[in-house]
């Protein structure tokens, strides 16, 4: 089946650092990743979706020089938190769209990376 | 843009019982309907999804119905066991092929 790898799954940094977030698909090729955050006990939310070659189109209230997504492969997607901050601290996870099986509508989701800023 | 609703936030039930999640979605041209059963500190692991031409769709304990008319859809668990205890997730991808989550429900099942 489809695997999608993110890496880290951890990380903790200090307030002020950036931390980037990779998120790869193993076995397909992926024309289209999307980014989203969940709060602990909280519902996954979208923050943005990653085109290959092109500009991330963020979610409203989402702030895009913060999140810097960057997807410069078909099988590759990055996301850094620039300039981190506690409220910052959550759990992000990546998704990706097969390029060949879009129009089933089916996600393929990455591990999740916990980030901690202290 | 989409808004989903999810019922009930928490659900208790017995071992052996059945278990039922609702969630309502706005965009009538939505066209895919997954659900979602999360454990603590994991991935959304995708448990069984619906597509917009079909009402009903069933694997083994596991069942979705959907009415579009309405926009609401459905998960049927029964025969639960205790591993079922989860955070279940609905989501809908809309016009915009964007995937929503609902707000989510915290299933125990108890022995």
């Known amino acids: 089946g489809a695997v999608v790898s993110q890496h880290p799954s951890w990380v903790i940094c200090k307030s002020g650092t950036s931390v980037k977030i990779e998120c790869r698909s193993l076995?397909?090729?992926?024309?289209?990743m999307f980014w989203y955050r969940q709060f602990p006990k909280q519902s996954l939310m979208l923050m943005a979706t990653?085109?290959?070659?092109?500009?991330?189109?963020?979610e409203q209230g989402v702030e895009k020089d913060k999140f810097l997504i960057n997807h410069a492969s078909l099988t590759l997607s990055t996301l850094t938190v620039t300039s981190a901050h506690p409220e910052d601290s959550s759990f992000y996870i990546c998704s990706a769209r097969d390029l060949w099986t879009a129009n089933t509508g089916e996600l393929f989701f990455g591990e999740g990376s916990r980030l901690t800023v202290l | 843009g989409e808004n989903v609703e999810q019922h009930p936030s928490t659900l208790s039930v017995q071992e052996g019982d059945s278990a039922v999640i609702k969630c309502t979605y706005s965009?009538?041209?939505?066209?895919?309907f997954p659900w979602y059963k999360q454990e603590l500190g994991k991935r959304p692991q995708l448990i069984i999804d619906?597509?917009?031409?079909?009402g009903e769709k069933k694997d083994q304990r596991i069942a979705v119905t959907l009415n579009k008319t309405a926009k609401h859809f459905s998960l049927h668990i029964t025969e639960t066991q205790p591993e079922d205890s989860a955070v279940y997730f609905c989501a809908v991808t809309g016009t915009a092929s964007k995937l929503t989550f609902g707000t989510g429900t915290r299933l125990q099942v108890t022995l």
């Open positions: 990653s085109n290959e070659g092109s500009k991330a189109t963020y």
């Open positions: 076995d397909f090729q992926a024309t289209t």
């Open positions: 619906i597509r917009s031409n079909v």
């Open positions: 965009d009538s041209a939505s066209n895919y």
